[in-house]
């Protein structure tokens, strides 16, 4: 009975009858029925590893658009990147926190610019989209909703009428290329921009998930299986998210409720996402005093092992001498690699790579070796 009501409660993509008409496995994920795999994740995972591109629903992340003459100012307050420095068509990663530095939600915010528009006039109100992960998107939205009162700060939640989904790998560029065109094919790694295909807008925005080459397409929910079928048609494979969990672990890629959330202190996981030169914000007395009075206590890092092990996230980790240090978040076993891998946070004295650790599994203790992250990444 209670895999009926929530299967009957989760939400579906725009995509969801193409991801059937192709045979996925469909399965549950934060709220959201998502396609587990399309009947072979080894070849999913081999389409965006060796040679290929691979097409994942990514539907699912929240889409909220900030705009109004006041949106730098109030989104300043908020997060932990400076929005001043954030130029048109580029996007920046950021989180917000509390008012203790701790986590609410990593988030990636784009500066908008329509394909022929200029808002380099003054009095121009930019736009700004804010790409969440599913689970925090909702409270993404409540906290930056409140403020829409306080001046010209206006907030629409967009979720529902898009769709997003990525295409990953080597060839992604050139399928890129062929359908939103070249100018989206040659932008920068933090580059985004929106275009018209068949009369259709599209946001393109450059993005890995996978330690690949990479693009994101957000457009809206009617035109989105026709935009998918020309991926498909084009040479791109549907990849689900049993193999995504791969290939983001192998890049070293941390998921909120997984690898981070409200416990940990920004800058346990998310250093890239923070501006220290900027002025207040919620929390950033606690986020500051972190670096320059010392450090984070705990980091995440990667770890490998020396073959296939069986290891759980939520195990626990130790030192040679049998101190606890951390625990495990993610685990899998890389094909790539050929060994065991795994994301987890450590004390900071333990995070130098090439410290041996030492894991508690169900048959004993199992060697590990600290290593950088990201263990894949071959993202142009």
């Known amino acids: 009975m209670s895999e009926v009501i929530q299967q009957a409660t989760s939400r579906e993509s725009p995509l969801h009858n193409k991801h059937r008409s192709l045979g996925a496995t469909m399965t549950e994920r934060e709220g959201h029925s998502v396609p587990g795999s399309y009947g072979d994740e080894s070849a999913e995972y081999a389409i965006v ?21 006041e949106a730098v100012q109030f989104l300043n307050g908020l997060i932990t990147n400076d929005m001043k420095t954030l130029e048109e068509n580029r ?38 989209l804010i790409d969440s992960e599913a689970v925090t998107s909702e409270r993404v939205f409540k906290t930056i909703e409140r403020f829409t009162l306080a001046g010209d700060f206006r907030v629409a939640d967009i979720t529902n009428q898009t ?26 790694a933090n580059g985004a921009t929106r275009t018209t295909w068949q009369d259709t ?70 250093d890239e996402a923070v501006s220290y030169t900027k002025g207040c914000y919620v929390g950033q007395e606690i986020i500051a005093r972190i670096k320059y009075r010392g450090h984070v206590a705990k980091k995440l890092s990667g770890l490998v092992f020396n073959q296939q092990v069986s290891v759980e996230a939520g195990a626990s980790i130790k030192s040679s001498d049998d101190k606890d240090i951390g625990r495990l978040t993610s685990v899998t076993y890389s094909p790539r690699l050929n060994q065991t891998i795994a994301l987890g ?33 071959r993202a142009g």
């Open 345 to 377: 946070h450590l004390k900071y004295d333990y995070l130098a790579a090439g410290t041996e650790v030492k894991i508690s599994s169900g048959s004993g203790d199992v060697m590990a070796t600290v290593a950088a992250l990201p263990f894949v990444s």
């Open 49 to 69: 590893r060796e040679g290929g591109a691979g097409l994942i629903d990514l539907s699912s992340r929240g889409r909220i658009l900030v705009s109004g003459s």
């Open 163 to 188: 769709a997003q989904f990525t295409v990953q790998g080597t060839k992604a560029i050139d399928i890129i290329r062929t359908l939103p065109g070249e100018e989206a094919s040659t932008l920068p």
């Open 201 to 270: 807008d599209v946001m393109v925005i450059r993005s890995t998930h996978t330690g690949e080459a990479g693009f994101d397409l957000i457009v809206n929910s009617e035109h989105a299986g026709n935009l998918w079928d020309s991926f498909i048609n084009a040479g791109a494979r549907p990849v689900g998210y049993d193999a995504l969990e791969v290939l983001r672990i192998e890049a070293g890629i941390p998921r909120f409720g997984v690898d981070m959330d409200e416990t940990n202190v920004v800058t346990e996981a998310l």
């Open 91 to 128: 996007w920046m990663p950021a989180a917000f926190p509390n008012v203790q530095g701790r986590l609410i939600a990593p988030v990636r915010v784009v500066r908008i610019v329509r394909a022929g528009e200029a808002t380099t006039d003054e009095k121009s109100s930019p736009t700004y």
